[in-house]
């Protein structure tokens, strides 16, 4: 049973609505009244006995927020459910998955780094790979207009995803939609 939902992003207004922010708009679609405070370097607050969590390290530090909530929750892998973007993934899709691997995601690395396990849930939203140019520029951009037009609809099916969490795994959603 899912008891801390980490939601992966960077800090700063400087990186809101980006690609690497899918997270932290996932959290606020969900959890729109949430009291966010500080704590374990993140943005916390609580819904109905799950712990929400907004690392504010950074992107590629992600896991020492993880880990600390973890520790002063006493919980284990099996408990964590970490909300991602996904270059590996086309936009539009959306997979609930346990384990698997990192895709060079920097955040995931860092999670399992410090967890020392990748057997926790996943959210991955797929953001795509860049048509040309860096990923690393790719990833701090924020969706171009036809996207940020389907955005509203993912983040109701990533809504519907999350709460099929405790189904059988992995869930895969795509939205179809055309350029």
Same mark, same amino acid.
């Given at each position: 049973?899912?008891?801390?939902?980490?939601? &992966?992003? =960077?800090?700063?207004?400087?990186?809101?609505?980006?690609?690497?922010?899918?997270?932290?708009?996932?959290?606020?679609? #969900?959890?729109?009244? +949430? /009291?966010? /405070? +500080?704590?374990?370097?993140?943005?916390?607050?609580?819904? =109905?006995?799950?712990h929400? &969590?907004?690392?504010e390290?950074?992107?590629?530090?992600?896991? $020492?927020?993880?880990?600390?909530?973890?520790?002063?929750?006493?919980?284990? @892998?099996?408990?964590?459910?970490?909300?991602?973007?996904? &270059?590996?993934? @086309?936009?539009?899709?959306?997979? #609930?998955?346990? *384990?698997? *691997?990192? *895709?060079?995601?920097? *955040?995931?690395? %860092?999670?399992?780094?410090? #967890?020392? !396990?990748?057997?926790?849930? $996943?959210?991955?939203?797929g953001i795509?790979?860049?048509?040309?140019? %860096?990923?690393?520029?790719?990833?701090?951009?924020?969706f171009d @207009?036809?996207?940020? +037009?389907?955005?509203?609809? &993912?983040l109701?099916?990533?809504? !519907?995803?999350? /709460?099929? $969490?405790?189904?059988? #795994?992995?869930?895969?959603?795509?939205? @179809?939609?055309s $350029?």
């Open positions: 049973m899912v008891k801390l939902m980490a939601f &992966l992003g =960077n800090p700063t207004s400087k990186y809101a609505k980006t690609r690497h922010n899918v997270g932290w708009m996932i959290a606020d679609h #969900l959890f729109p009244a +949430a /009291s966010w /405070s +500080a704590k374990f370097h993140a943005k916390v607050a609580n819904h =109905n006995g799950v929400l &969590l907004k690392p390290t950074y992107m590629n530090e992600s896991g $020492r927020s993880v880990r600390a909530a973890m520790d002063f929750y006493g919980l284990g @892998a099996e408990e964590l459910l970490v909300v991602h973007d996904d &270059l590996e993934l @086309a936009f539009g899709e959306i997979v #609930l998955q346990q *384990g698997g *691997g990192l *895709g060079g995601h920097k *955040g995931l690395r %860092s999670i399992v780094q410090h #967890l020392k !396990d990748d057997q926790f849930l $996943r959210l991955r939203f795509g790979r860049p048509p040309f140019g %860096s990923v690393s520029s790719w990833v701090l951009q924020r @207009a036809v996207e940020q +037009a389907q955005i509203p609809d &993912l109701r099916l990533a809504e !519907d995803l999350v /709460s099929m $969490r405790n189904d059988t #795994l992995p869930i895969k959603r795509t939205l @179809a939609f $350029r």
